[in-house]
């Protein structure tokens, strides 16, 4: 466990109050993000929630705009160049310490952890989520500001791939032979189970066959709006089913929730893997023997 953090350099979580005191002592080496995105269905935007209210100094980073425009896949990731372009634009450098936060009122912690781990896939490992996201620095009582998306002076970016965080569709088949990775969904049980329907127009719901579902708001607490306590966290995995002595992969609908497993394993000292293309992606291309579907949206 000693060795894994110093490998990561930082917590994986800041608090609010952690970042109000780093600010205010004007830490040069701080970059605050706001990550927020929301699904298909919902009527909210990022961008605009980003101009509406934001922590000073913040600046946007959109999800779908930083990814793959080649493949008809929502959000996948980008290559390495054109993610040290997209950030080295929002005046990050491979030296700053990096937090991002949600603005989302539901969750507090939604999409930031999708922007953690596609740092931390680039080499960037100084990268923080602020646990409870805008609505907890807002509850402290701490200051925002309004207005169009300044534009930050650019910065020279080195993106650095790191592959063993990331699974791809052929190794998801081959592990779907072998059964080396826990494979963990992070989906609600009744997308998961196929008694309800996918966000996204045209997808069956279900699960890949094996898989072991984590819905990702297990792993919060709904009384604080924060990430739920390690001893918690631990309980959810294991309840689940998961043997958290053999490795694990993540999966979601598109690669977002999924993120907050491997967040969540991250603070029980495991590094897990996200499937970018998630069940958007094997629902479409996998064999239809290694799916157990359900209702169709």
Known sequence: LFVFWCARMVSPFVSATWLRHRLLDGLKNLRV?????????????????????????AVFFDIDEAS???????????????????????????????IVYDNNLEYGVF???????????????????????????????????????????????????QP????????MLDN????????????????FDGTAPEPRAGLPSGH??????????KLLSPETGLMAPKHHI????????????????????????????ALGAAILGKEVPVYDGSWTEWTQKAPKDTCKFGIKS
Not at 137 to 146: I, L, N
Not at 164 to 171: F, I
Request: charged share 20%.
């Open 164 to 171: 063993q965080l990331v699974r791809t569709m052929h190794q």
């Open 111 to 161: 999409s930031s952890p999708r922007v953690w781990w596609t740092f931390r896939v680039f080499g960037h490992n100084d990268i923080s989520v602020l646990d409870g996201g805008l609505p907890k620095w807002v509850s402290h009582g701490y200051p925002t500001v309004s207005g169009p998306n300044p534009i930050p002076t650019p910065l020279p970016y080195k993106a650095t791939h």
């Open 33 to 57: 993000v706001d990550g927020t995105w929301y699904g298909p269905s919902s009527k909210n935007n990022g961008k605009k929630e980003f101009e509406r209210q934001r922590i000073e100094g």
């Open 234 to 261: 631990q309980e959810v995995f294991e309840k689940a089913g998961v043997d958290l002595n053999r490795p694990m992969v993540a999966s979601c609908g598109s690669g977002i929730t999924a993120c907050t497993l």
């Open 176 to 191: 779907f032979n072998t059964h080396a990775e826990q494979v963990i969904d992070a989906r609600g049980q009744g997308r």
């Open 68 to 98: 793959d425009k080649k493949t008809d896949l929502p959000h996948m990731l980008p290559s390495p160049d054109e993610f040290a372009e997209y950030v080295g634009k929002l005046g990050i450098s491979n030296n700053h310490h990096v």
């Open 208 to 217: 890949m066959i094996g898989a072991i579902n984590i819905p990702f708001s």
